[in-house]
DNA sequence: GAGCTTATCTTACATAGTACGAAAATGCGA
DNA sequence: TCGCATTTTCGTACTATGTAAGATAAGCTC
């Protein structure tokens, strides 16, 4: 018996699959960064050498383009059953969230322009419950413009943050205050020490504030409601 | 009479400065992108060698937080004296058209968190204009928060967007109608060809809409103004 | 000129993506 | 079981990147 047959050997024995070196390459630009994310890393992570890669993917392009694609595989797509303020709540919180584990996808939203079938899905599903719920053509598209760049613009700030969550510790916010105490930027301390740096406070709670805001703006758009107004939506 | 003191010779007669490296760190990246910006293609741009620069900035990530910080320079900052709505219409304006001309600092705004003295004096006289129109310092956050989200995502979605302005070639516009026309993705393909792929259609013309929207919603938060109703401010 | 400061460049190294083609593993018909 | 074709993995090598370490050059002051 040779020690193949003995012992199962810490090789690679599940095989290489596209699934898995996509898989390896969302969980090493997570853990790390998208900036750790190279050939080599990846096929370390895997076991394997670099250009074993290369039998799944054409370039390292395409996988960019396909994690972005699995970011909105994560996100459950909105259903026209429901009302259409639930459905685009629930969605848009889903995006936030997507985009928070993930935080490199927003940058990568930026340069690679090539959407993936998740991504079409999802957009499609989104828009099918708007038109459901009422707005029209183009009224869906306004709307739609207007929750997703919320949605994006959101995320991107909350990754631009130098702190998230509650409560951040002073470690972290002492230099900020430092360098704002100088008294340049006199809006900016009072936001900092009346607002952010209460105790409990989590800039992740502003979202859902917009959020409810330009959902009950949009609701106006909608011709003709049994109980509500006519249309107010703008001439574009 | 040696050639020096003849002619001027195509060498580096104007002598290398942080500005001028700056600046052509900034025209390379908006001529090829981000990811042509090489220490080495900075240096070529410069008629200098690669290590010159190093006597200007510490290393490479200190040129893109600079750069960033250049792109909020060229926003004009907002004003106190003028209605707050005009200003703030103007301002989101300014912000999209600057992050247009330069979109590779949209990804870089997610990866690198140290914001430089133009965004930080951007941000303050925001605030001071939001302050001065009468919202109260967690109104003021909450719009802003909700402003700024609004802007970058739609400078996002615009970068992300394979075609921009008015009336995109159909060489471009096929291959996507292509993709949508197998039948799965029917409301993208609704909204396609009865809305974006009408002539003169731009996406660029669905900001002003939600940011009308959004000005809009955030009068009410304004406590008590002369001729308007009190305060609609969320609890948060 | 000498010597000090300021500015530029030479060389070299580790690490990146990937072209090219060899090698190994696997499956299959005889 | 053998032979062979297909599938999968890898070795080598090339070009490009950021930048450390230190040599060199240019400019200024006495």
């Given at each position: 018996?040779?020690?193949?047959?003995?012992?199962?050997?810490?090789?690679?024995?599940?095989?290489?699959?596209?699934?898995?070196?996509?898989?390896?390459?969302?969980?090493?630009?997570?853990?790390?960064?998208?900036?750790?994310?190279?050939?080599?890393?990846?096929?370390?992570?895997?076991?394997?050498?670099?250009?074993?890669?290369?039998?799944?993917?054409?370039?390292?392009?395409e996988?960019?383009?396909?994690?972005?694609d699995?970011?909105?595989?994560?996100?459950?797509?909105?259903?026209?059953?429901?009302?259409?303020?639930?459905?685009?709540?629930?969605?848009?919180?889903?995006?936030?969230?997507?985009?928070?584990?993930?935080?490199?996808?927003?940058?990568?939203?930026?340069?690679?322009?090539?959407?993936g079938?998740?991504?079409?899905?999802?957009?499609?599903?989104?828009?099918?419950?708007?038109?459901?719920?009422?707005?029209?053509?183009?009224?869906?598209?306004h709307?739609?413009?207007?929750?997703?760049?919320?949605?994006?613009?959101?995320?991107?700030?909350?990754?631009?943050?130098?702190?998230?969550?509650?409560?951040?510790a002073?470690?972290?916010?002492?230099?900020?205050?430092?360098?704002?105490?100088?008294?340049?930027?006199?809006?900016?301390?009072?936001?900092?020490?009346?607002?952010?740096?209460?105790?409990?406070?989590?800039?992740?709670?502003?979202?859902?504030?917009?959020?409810?805001?330009?959902?009950?703006?949009?609701?106006?758009?909608?011709?003709?409601?049994?109980?509500?107004?006519?249309?107010?939506?703008?001439?574009?």
């Amino acid at each position: 018996m040779t020690a193949e047959e003995i012992s199962e050997d810490p090789s690679p024995r599940i095989p290489l699959s596209r699934e898995r070196v996509l898989g390896s390459a969302v969980a090493i630009a997570d853990a790390d960064g998208i900036g750790a994310l190279t050939m080599r890393s990846l096929a370390r992570e895997l076991g394997v050498k670099p250009m074993s890669l290369y039998y799944y993917v054409a370039n390292k392009g395409e996988i960019l383009d396909a994690i972005i694609d699995m970011v909105f595989a994560e996100i459950d797509v909105p259903s026209v059953v429901g009302d259409w303020k639930g459905e685009m709540r629930r969605r848009a919180g889903a995006v936030r969230q997507a985009l928070g584990r993930h935080t490199w996808a927003i940058g990568l939203l930026e340069s690679r322009t090539a959407p993936g079938p998740a991504t079409l899905r999802h957009h499609d599903a989104t828009l099918g419950v708007l038109r459901t719920a009422g707005f029209s053509v183009k009224a869906a598209a306004h709307a739609y413009a207007l929750l997703d760049s919320y949605t994006y613009g959101f995320a991107l700030q909350e990754a631009a943050l130098p702190f998230s969550g509650r409560d951040t510790a002073a470690s972290v916010t002492d230099p900020i205050v430092q360098m704002f105490s100088a008294g340049d930027y006199p809006h900016l301390m009072e936001i900092a020490t009346e607002h952010v740096l209460q105790p409990g406070y989590d800039f992740g709670d502003e979202f859902e504030i917009g959020l409810e805001l330009i959902l009950d703006a949009l609701q106006r758009w909608i011709p003709e409601t049994e109980d509500g107004p006519k249309s107010a939506a703008p001439a574009g």
